[in-house]
C-alpha cells in the first residue's frame, strides 16, 4: 500500500557548495527510484535555531513523495550514514 510522506533534511554548510549539490541530487535520485517523488524544494542556507555538531547554519531541502510503508525506514537508515546530513525528519500524510 502506498502512503503519502513529508520529509526534510538539514546538509551542514561547511561541506562544501558541491558536496551539498550532489547530496540534494543522491536523495532526488534514490527517491525518484525507490519511491513516487512529487516535489523537491530546496529551502537553502538557513541558521539553525540551535547549534547542531557545532553548526550554526545548515542547508534545507523539503521533499514529498509516495512510498510503500517500508521505504521510509531505509531513507532513515541512509539519512544516518549519509556524512554531512545533521538532522531530518520523515513524517506520514494523512490522507
Known amino acids: 500500500m502506498l502512503n503519502k510522506y513529508e520529509s526534510i533534511f538539514i546538509i551542514n554548510t561547511e561541506v562544501g557548495e558541491e558536496t551539498t549539490k550532489a547530496l540534494v541530487e543522491k536523495f532526488k535520485g534514490l527517491l525518484e527510484t525507490s519511491a513516487q517523488l512529487e516535489s523537491i524544494d530546496e529551502w537553502g542556507k ?5 547549534p547542531i ?3 550554526n547554519e545548515g542547508y534545507y531541502v523539503l521533499v514529498n513523495f509516495t512510498a510503500e510503508s517500508s521505504f521510509p525506514h531505509e531513507l532513515e537508515r541512509i539519512y544516518k550514514i549519509t556524512d554531512g546530513i545533521i538532522k531530518y525528519m520523515i513524517i506520514k ?3
Open 93 to 95: 500524510k494523512e490522507k
Open 46 to 50: 538557513k541558521k539553525l535555531a540551535y
Open 53 to 55: 555538531e557545532d553548526c
